[in-house]
C-alpha cells in the first residue's frame, strides 16, 4: 500500500481504443500524482490486453467510428502513446497493478501465456474489490 491514502481503480469492460486511451491517461497522471492504480480488465477490455489483440489494429466504438481515422492521424502526427505503452509507462512511476478477470478467462477460454506481459495477476472480482476498497473507483 502506498504512503498516502490517494488510489484509483478502474474496472476495464471495454477494448476499444476511444475507451482505452483514458485507461493509459488516467493511469500516468494518477502514478505521476502518487496514487496507487489498480487496474481490473475484464470481458471486452481483458481482450485488449491479450498479445494478439495487442499486435492488431485497434477498433473504436461503433458510435464514434467516423473520427477513427482523425484520432489515430493526430496520434501519430503528436507521437502520442498509445493506451498500453501509457500503463507501461505508469507502472514505472508508480504504484500501478494491471489485473486480468479470472471468470472471463474462463469464458472466452483465455490462458495467462496469451496475456501481455504487463499484466500482474489473474483475479477474481472479489480479490479485485478488496484491493480498490477506500479510494475511488470508475468503470470504462
Excluded at 481504443?17 to 502518487?34: C, F, Q, T
Aim: glycine residues 10%; contains cysteine; aromatic residues 10%.
Amino acid at each position: 500500500m502506498s504512503s498516502s491514502n490517494k488510489k484509483l481503480s478502474i474496472i476495464v469492460f471495454s477494448g476499444t481504443i476511444d475507451k482505452l486511451m483514458p485507461v493509459g491517461i488516467l493511469a500516468s497522471g494518477a502514478a505521476a500524482a502518487g496514487y496507487e492504480v489498480n487496474l481490473f480488465f475484464t470481458f471486452w477490455g481483458l481482450n485488449a490486453i491479450t498479445k494478439g489483440a495487442m499486435q492488431g489494429m485497434p477498433q473504436i466504438d461503433k458510435n464514434y467510428e467516423q473520427m477513427g481515422p482523425m484520432m489515430m492521424q493526430k496520434m501519430q502526427e503528436m507521437k502520442f502513446p498509445m493506451w498500453h505503452q501509457l500503463v507501461e509507462q505508469a507502472k514505472e512511476v508508480g504504484e500501478v497493478k494491471v489485473y486480468a478477470c479470472s471468470t472471463t478467462m474462463e469464458f472466452f477460454g483465455i490462458k495467462e501465456e496469451d496475456l501481455a506481459p504487463f499484466v500482474d495477476d489473474v483475479v477474481g472480482a472479489a480479490t479485485f474489490l478488496d484491493r480498490a476498497t477506500g479510494g475511488m473507483t470508475l468503470f470504462i
